[in-house]
């Protein structure tokens, strides 16, 4: 059974700092892409970042390049999201999405991590 469970969310400052986690099971972590997506309170899903299999190739939104880092750990089945100089507009719940094609198209998701940014 496919699993993956985000961690790491909670609630930072402006211009603070989390690390999200996303620890996978149930299939070969190291052979697929991944992608983290976000849906922030009352609006659709948001593609945030990607990256390979191997983690030579990595991605991200434009409003997150500069601030977040995408990365992965293929020995622990983990990937991760350093978010820094955290913005209000980055509240959102924060997904990890297996990728098993590489072109963003997503056939599991976790259960969802929530980050709110405020004051």
């Known amino acids: 059974e496919v699993q993956l469970v985000e961690s790491g969310g909670g609630l930072v400052q402006p211009g603070g700092s989390l690390t999200l986690s996303c620890a996978a099971s149930?299939?070969?972590?190291?052979?697929?892409?991944m992608s983290w997506v976000r849906q922030a309170p009352g609006k659709g899903l948001e593609w945030v970042s990607h990256?390979?299999?191997?983690?030579?190739?990595?991605f991200y939104k434009e409003s997150v390049k500069g601030r977040f880092t995408i990365s992965r750990d293929n020995a622990k089945n983990t990937l991760y999201l350093q978010m820094n100089s955290l913005k209000s507009e980055d509240t959102a719940v924060y997904y990890c999405?297996?990728?098993?094609?590489?072109?963003?198209?997503?056939?599991?998701w976790g259960q969802g991590t929530q980050v709110t940014v405020s004051p």
């Open positions: 999405a297996k990728d098993p094609r590489g072109v963003r198209s997503y056939d599991y």
């Open positions: 990256i390979s299999w191997n983690g030579r190739s990595k």
């Open positions: 149930g299939f070969t972590f190291g052979d697929v892409s």
